[in-house]
């Protein structure tokens, strides 16, 4: 028998090499966990401290369960998720282990919701997707505004705004997940269901710039109606377009029709393919991106009722620190709730604030 650890899966690429860093800033150990045992030995040798590591490939899902046990915490890096995702979330849920991931794909999320969430919560098991800047900061945003608007916010709009060159800083791995996204249906909640939508924009008013955003699905379309149920209606939105938001928007609405079109999806998959093959640990080359999110509570006559924004810097870096946060605060029983549960479900919104802002997004601004 051994004691419950947490488990790094996709140790090797770049993301989860910035958690395997921030775990060993606050003293943990985890195992590392890929499908190269020389790129692991690498890892491994390259670290200020000694780490066990593990073989274990999404394409063999029975190499992914073998290191996961009961009580210990899986953090799963592996995308694109839609593709490779499935072997680390049911490796959790059939071992006992709490299961975090940083997906930002809105149809794996949506997948671990509505198909893996039951039967984590008939098997006690937590499952904590999208937990990284896609989309832990949105989640804690739009609590704060819930929390001042009160009982009569029935609609929250939240927005993700970046300053910097995201197409030169984003890892091969984010593109990788983007290509392989980019004709997937999107979703909504609308009058308190979730619902198919492509391609909506909105401009939001904040910190005296008006900053542009495209709508898509997160999970925040999960998490946010159980927790007030008078929501009818949660939109998010990416604003990391800049003045092609709106040609982004007509993309957006234009994707069912391009997915339609024979071998259109499998090229999308292809370039997917090849984008992953040159992931790595290195950090991209640029100037580091800076964050705001916001989000704005209205009532049922659309007047504004509060908003709340968070600061922060190179989204890469805030999610390694707040994987590492979540990780050891669910090894440490410190989860609560079971099933497919939001940020804010597991730790509470206070809590959630503070490591947060251990992580690098503190409270901004706000009405």
């Known amino acids: 028998m051994t ?16 958690i395997v860093d921030a775990l060993l800033a606050i003293g943990v150990r985890p195992l590392l966990a890929g499908r190269d045992r020389t790129r692991l030995d690498a890892l491994a040798a390259a670290l200020p401290a000694e780490v066990p590591t593990a073989v274990a490939d999404a394409r063999r899902p029975e190499s992914v369960r073998r290191i996961v046990g009961p009580g210990d915490v899986l953090v799963s890096s592996v995308g694109p998720f839609v593709r490779m995702g499935d072997a680390a979330v049911t ?7 709490t299961y975090l991931d940083t997906c930002g ?3 794996f999320i949506k997948r671990v919701f509505q198909r893996y969430g039951p039967a984590a919560a008939t098997r006690g098991v937590a499952l904590l997707t999208a937990f990284g800047y896609d989309y832990v900061p949105g989640n804690l945003a739009a609590s704060l505004a819930l929390r001042k608007a009160g009982g009569e916010a029935v609609r929250v709009d939240v927005g993700y705004f970046l300053s910097g060159n995201i197409a030169r800083r984003a890892s091969a791995g984010t593109r990788a997940s983007a290509l392989g996204v980019a004709l997937d249906p999107m979703y909504g909640f609308r009058e308190g269901r979730i619902v198919r939508e492509h391609g909506r924009t909105r401009v939001f008013d904040t910190g005296g710039r008006r900053r542009h955003g495209v709508s898509v699905g997160a999970s925040e379309h999960f998490t946010l109606p159980p ?23 007509l993309l957006a609405r234009a994707a069912p029709v391009i997915a339609a079109l024979p071998g259109a999806k499998r090229a999308t998959d292809t370039m997917a393919a090849r984008a992953l093959r040159s992931a790595g640990r290195a950090r991209p080359p ?42 050891a605060a669910a090894l440490a029983g410190g989860v609560r709730g079971k099933g497919a549960l939001g940020p804010v479900d597991a730790f ?14 503190a409270a901004g601004e706000a009405g």
């Open 105 to 107: 794909e809105p149809m």
């Open 286 to 327: 640029g100037r580091p991106l800076t964050s705001q999110v916001v989000a704005e509570a209205y009532d049922a006559r659309g007047r504004l009722l509060a908003s709340a924004e968070l600061d922060g810097g190179d989204p890469y870096d805030f999610t390694g620190r707040a994987v590492a946060w979540a990780a």
């Open 91 to 97: 490796a959790a849920t059939e071992a006992g282990a």
């Open 348 to 361: 509470g919104l206070d809590p959630l604030a503070e490591g947060c802002a251990e992580a690098g997004f």
């Open 227 to 249: 927790a007030h149920r008078a929501l009818r209606e949660v939109n998010v939105y990416l604003g990391w377009f800049g003045g092609l938001t709106r040609a982004a928007g």
């Open 3 to 18: 004691s419950p650890r947490i488990v790094v899966f996709g140790a090797t690429g770049f993301t989860g090499g910035l």
